[in-house]
T-cell receptor, first 111, second 110 residues
């Protein structure tokens, strides 16, 4: 059974700073997803990582996947207030298509 | 572009009522899912379906039931709502590596 763990769970940072959110998973996972969620809203897809070594970037966010270490990271560069949200990683088991989510990282970017 | 619709968006009801949360998608996806999420918490899979007449329970025990009579429609029913059912319910469908989530239904049971 796939288990997904994120850390940190809460992150408060200043604008302009860099930080990384970590996502560890327990067993082989076909794909790794990153989502953003604003309070009371649904999930917004950020990245889909399909293979070892995959790196994707969009604006100030960059995601990577290391399947050997069973680790994905979401790196935030020069944070701005608009990035404040909760970020989830999710793994997709090889046996089926269900997504297993991490606990989420609640990010607050302070001016 | 795939569209997935959930209704209602918000629902406040009294204990003991029967309710059905609707989920529909327009792209003919076979695989559909229901997730439950308490505010600010992780999402838990409660039901899924791989096609018409196929339904399975997910990882989190739920007192809800689902049906899949048509490909595009995957409703979730609570026979007798309780305050412990207060949560957000998200419906999703998937095609390959493309997941589509609905806007969610925020349910409050008083």
């Amino acid at each position: 059974e796939l288990k997904v763990e994120q850390n940190p769970l809460f992150l408060s940072m200043q604008e302009g700073k860099n930080y990384t959110i970590y996502c560890n998973y327990s067993t082989t996972s076909d794909r790794l997803y990153w989502y953003r969620q604003d309070p009371g809203k649904s999930l917004e897809s950020l990245f889909v990582l399909l293979s070892n070594g995959a790196v994707k970037q969009e604006g100030r966010l960059m995601a990577s996947l290391d399947t050997k270490a069973r680790l994905s990271t979401l790196h935030i560069t020069a944070a701005v207030h608009d990035l404040s949200a909760t970020y989830f990683c999710a793994g997709e088991e090889t046996s089926g298509s269900r997504l297993t989510f991490g606990e989420g990282t609640q990010l607050t970017v302070n001016p | 572009e795939a569209d997935i619709y959930q209704t209602p968006r918000y629902l406040v009801i009294g204990t003991g009522k029967k309710i059905t949360l609707e989920c529909s998608q327009t792209m003919g996806h076979d695989k559909m899912y229901w997730y439950q999420q308490d505010p600010g918490m992780e999402l838990h899979l409660i039901h899924y379906s791989y096609g018409v007449n196929s339904t399975e329970k997910g990882d989190l025990s739920s007192e809800s039931t689902v049906s899949r009579i048509r490909t595009e429609h995957f409703p979730l029913t609570l026979e007798s709502a309780r305050p412990s059912h207060t949560s957000q319910y998200l419906c999703a469908s998937v095609w390959g590596s493309l997941w589509y989530f609905g806007a969610g239904t925020r349910l409050s049971v008083l």
